[in-house]
């Protein structure tokens, strides 16, 4: 069969609109009301939130006896105040797992309880080449040693506090998105990127007039970062699970950014070898470019949802990110390919 058109230059709209929506684990409604408001323009889709947040959207299929499942989510890493330190700047506590050397130098914005926002910078307690000398590059990069150094006047906790700052402040970092000869640079691709598939392929979906082969829920996950993001909120009828979260490229992976990628195994162990088989079937034949690999250090809302219980199949498939949990980047191509893949999917 021919796989209906996908809406390139909407999926690439929709991803930038989304990169730049923080949405850190725990303070993602920014990035969770730009995904809902352009779901609700598929009349095809009923809504709903969960309690904890999680946006779960269901369409009818042609048949009705397998429910199915596809995730991804729109929470990323990100950190909270930690402690207002004697010279007014901040210390932080790390929301998801991350390297403290992958945040050096961003800029960030903390979002005060009282409702500011306030800009600022990450950066090493001893930064200045000229005062510190070798110490920059030799001291230790971790929760002690990085801060935030606030653009306001403030030399002391009191006038941190006074603008509206406390402990427990959420702080987003800044994307930086670039769109370059059809490379997204960006932080937070995972998984924006596999939101904005799921969301082109509702899409490209609606512009055929297609119905899914089952019914088919789309589940937009809110805490998967911390590791339990799908672990409630998936209706326990369903049968499979696919889950859209980027593929881990770097030395010794046969991921790259201009593929998808089937994800095998990862940290929490293999995904289901039936259902792995008939995605790649399916890539086989509608000639979707895909590699198989293993991700070493990696966990996806698959595993969360397993662990609490669910009785499903599950595959994990996303499209080739660089530097992931760093300044990231990946291609079209790869977003392409897993968008027709899940389009191939939903259609068999
Ligand atoms: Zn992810």
Redesign the pocket.
């Known amino acids: 069969m021919t796989l209906p058109t996908i809406d390139q230059k909407f999926l690439v709209e929709f991803l930038t609109g989304l990169l730049n929506k923080p949405s850190p684990t725990g303070f993602s409604e920014m990035g969770m009301d730009y995904v809902r408001q352009a779901l609700a323009s598929f009349p095809e889709l009923d809504l709903m939130l969960t309690h904890k947040g999680a946006l779960l959207a269901t369409q009818s299929g042609q048949r009705q006896d397998e429910p199915r499942a596809l995730t991804a989510?729109v929470d990323t890493l990100g950190a909270m105040v930690k402690e207002i330190k004697s010279n007014g700047r901040l210390k932080l506590t790390q929301i998801g797992g991350y390297s403290w050397n992958a945040i050096e130098g961003e800029g960030c914005t903390v979002y005060t309880h009282t409702g500011n926002q306030l800009r600022g910078s990450i950066l090493l307690d001893k930064a200045s080449s000229h005062v510190f000398g070798a110490e920059v590059s030799e001291s230790k990069r971790d929760e002690k040693t990085m801060e935030v150094r606030l653009d306001i006047r403030s030399n002391s906790p009191g006038e941190t506090r006074a603008v509206g700052i406390q402990v427990g402040d959420f702080v987003s970092l800044d994307p930086r998105v670039e769109v370059v000869n059809g490379f997204i640079r960006s932080r937070h691709l995972?998984?924006k990127a596999g939101v904005a598939i799921l969301v082109t392929a509702v899409k490209a979906l609606h512009e055929a007039g297609l119905k899914p082969a089952q019914k088919s829920y789309f589940f937009i996950s809110n805490y998967?970062?911390v590791g339990h993001g799908a672990a409630a909120g998936i209706p326990p009828e369903v049968t499979e699970l696919l889950v859209v979260?980027?593929a881990a490229v770097g030395n010794g992976q046969t991921s790259d950014e201009f593929h998808a990628t089937l994800c095998v195994k990862d940290s929490h162990g293999p995904y289901h070898y039936g259902m792995s088989q008939r995605l790649r079937r399916l890539a086989d034949t509608e000639n979707i470019p895909y590699q198989v690999d293993i991700y070493p250090y990696y966990g996806?809302d698959g595993g969360a949802f397993w662990r609490a219980g669910g009785d499903v199949a599950e595959a994990l498939i996303g499209p080739g990110v660089d530097a992931s949990h760093n300044y990231e980047r990946t291609h079209l191509d790869a977003l392409v390919a897993t968008t027709q893949w899940v389009l191939a999917y939903l259609l068999n």
């Open positions: 989510h995972d998984d998967e970062e979260d980027m996806s």
